[in-house]
């Protein structure tokens, strides 16, 4: 399992709640779901469109406070979302 060093995120990034399909994940889960989801044959295709549109809601959110990392951290994600959920991997 990589850590959240591996995956690129601060400790605070890492923390930072999402909700996913009923569930409440970190962004470190999602980094992470997303990592192991471009190396899967068959990839859960909801899964990944609700985390893109949780990383799209959350990047919005992270515009409206001026928080610039978690902009980043956010839109970096929800694109390999969108790679992942248009077959991109």
Do not use: C
């Not at 609700?50 to 406070?65: D, F, H, P, Y």
Request: proline content about 2%.
């Amino acid at each position: 399992m990589l850590t959240r060093q591996e995956l690129g995120l601060t400790t605070e990034q890492a923390e930072t709640p999402i909700h996913v399909n009923g569930e409440m994940w970190t962004l470190l889960d999602a980094a992470r779901y997303l990592h192991d989801a471009h190396r899967s044959d068959n990839p859960d295709q909801l899964v990944v469109f609700i985390l893109g549109t949780e990383l799209t809601r959350l990047r919005q959110e992270a515009k409206t406070v001026g928080d610039s990392e978690l902009i980043g951290a956010a839109d970096a994600l929800e694109k390999s979302a969108r790679e992942i959920w248009a077959g991109d991997t």
